[in-house]
């Protein structure tokens, strides 16, 4: 029953997540560090230490199954249709960020960018994706965890300011 709610909501809705054809296929793969200097290297160099210790953690269960390089393909995956919508999914997720290499984050926004985009997502409860959550509610981040990664982000974008 689970899995025929997941394919209806997954080819109802899936052109509606994704942003509309919009081709990627150009966007810079690296991040911008535009100022790039020894100071705000130190910069992520701190961000990206204080991400490893309380936000990774929290990251890995739930966003890495497509933001990430350690996907766990759930047994659905080899149902025909599904292996070709979770691949999809996978692609547009990293084509606008991908967590593998830690922060700064690979996109094609600046890091500062990235970090509202993920505040904005968690707070309105937009990532993990919807579809996602009904084969995986424990991947939802608890109240704490939005905290956490909250904190993680003001803390981050007041030194990168
Ligand atoms: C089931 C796959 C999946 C999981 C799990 C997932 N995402 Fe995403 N994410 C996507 C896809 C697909 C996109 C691109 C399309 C869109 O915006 O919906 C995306 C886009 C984003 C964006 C960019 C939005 C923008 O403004 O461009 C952010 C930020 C984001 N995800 C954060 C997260 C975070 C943080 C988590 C974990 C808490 C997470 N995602 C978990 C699939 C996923």
Known sequence: MKVLLLLFILTTTFHVWGHGGEDHSKDVKQPKVVKANAEIEEKYIRINQEYLKTVKPI??????????????????YKIPGVKQLIDSDIKESKKHLDFSKDFPFVSHETPIKDLDAIGKSIKNDSMPPFRYLIMHGDKKL?????KQVDKWIRESKEMLK
């Open 142 to 146: 608890t109240k704490d965890e939005v």
């Open 59 to 76: 990251f890995q269960k739930s966003c890495f199954d497509c933001h990430g390089n350690t996907t766990v393909y759930p047994w659905y």
